[in-house]
C-alpha cells in the first residue's frame, strides 16, 4: 500500500492520513506536535517581547512627561539669578568659559616655567598667575576673570601631588 502525503498549508508538515500505516502516521503526529509546540513557544516569545517592548514605551513616555514638566522655574538660583532669567552664559558658569578663547599669551619665568597666562574671554581679560614650589610642583593656581578671582592650591607629598583645595571669591 502506497504512503499518502498530505502537508499543511502555511509549514508544509506532513500530516497524517487514514490509509497511512499506523507506524508512518505516529512519526508524522509526533513531529507535527513538536512543530506546534516550538510555534505556540515562538508565538509566547514574541507577545513577551511586546509586552516588555510596551513597558518600556510606556517607561520612556513617562520619563518625557518628567522632563516635559520640568522648567528653569524650579531652579531657585544661579550667581543670582532666578528661574526664567537663568541665561548660563559664561558669567553664570563657574571660572573657565567653554567656548575658549579669541586670544592668549603666556608669560615664562627665569626657570623656563609658565608663570602667566592671559586670555581674552568675551572681549574680558583672564589672567592666571601660576606659582611653584622649591621643589619645582605646581604650588598656586590665581585666575581672575569678570571680577572674580579662583584660587586652587595644591598639596605634595614626597614629590606627589596628594590633594587640591580651590576657593572662589569676588574681586
Known amino acids: 500500500m502506497a504512503i499518502q502525503?498530505?502537508?499543511?498549508?502555511?509549514?508544509?508538515?506532513?500530516?497524517?492520513?487514514?490509509?497511512n500505516p499506523l507506524e508512518v502516521d505516529v512519526e508524522?503526529?509526533?513531529?507535527?506536535?513538536?512543530?506546534v509546540d516550538n510555534a505556540l513557544?515562538?508565538?509566547r516569545e514574541l507577545i513577551d517581547t511586546k509586552a516588555e517592548a510596551q513597558a518600556v514605551d510606556g517607561a520612556l513616555d513617562?520619563?518625557?512627561?518628567?522632563?516635559?514638566?520640568?522648567?528653569?522655574?524650579r531652579v531657585q538660583s544661579v550667581n543670582g539669578k532666578a528661574g526664567v532669567n537663568i541665561t548660563l552664559a559664561r558669567a553664570d558658569?563657574?571660572?573657565?568659559?567653554?567656548?575658549?578663547?579669541s586670544t592668549t599669551s603666556?608669560?615664562?619665568?627665569?626657570?623656563?616655567?609658565?608663570?602667566?597666562?592671559?586670555?581674552?574671554?568675551?572681549?574680558?581679560?583672564?589672567?592666571?598667575?601660576?606659582?611653584?614650589?622649591?621643589a619645582g610642583n605646581v604650588k598656586t593656581v590665581v585666575?581672575?576673570?569678570?571680577?572674580?578671582?579662583?584660587?586652587?592650591?595644591?598639596?605634595?607629598n614626597n614629590g606627589r601631588l596628594e590633594s587640591t583645595t580651590a576657593t572662589e571669591e569676588g574681586v
Open 5 to 19: 502525503d498530505d502537508i499543511t498549508d502555511y509549514f508544509g508538515l506532513e500530516l497524517p492520513y487514514a490509509g
Open 28 to 35: 508524522r503526529l509526533r513531529a507535527l506536535g513538536r512543530a
Open 41 to 43: 513557544n515562538d508565538l
Open 62 to 73: 513617562a520619563l518625557q512627561k518628567a522632563i516635559n514638566d520640568m522648567g528653569a522655574a
Open 93 to 101: 558658569l563657574k571660572l573657565g568659559p567653554a567656548n575658549g578663547p
Open 106 to 134: 603666556i608669560a615664562y619665568d627665569t626657570s623656563g616655567r609658565v608663570s602667566v597666562v592671559t586670555e581674552m574671554l568675551d572681549a574680558k581679560q583672564a589672567v592666571t598667575v601660576i606659582s611653584y614650589d622649591a
Open 143 to 156: 585666575t581672575t576673570y569678570d571680577g572674580r578671582k579662583r584660587t586652587e592650591t595644591m598639596t605634595y
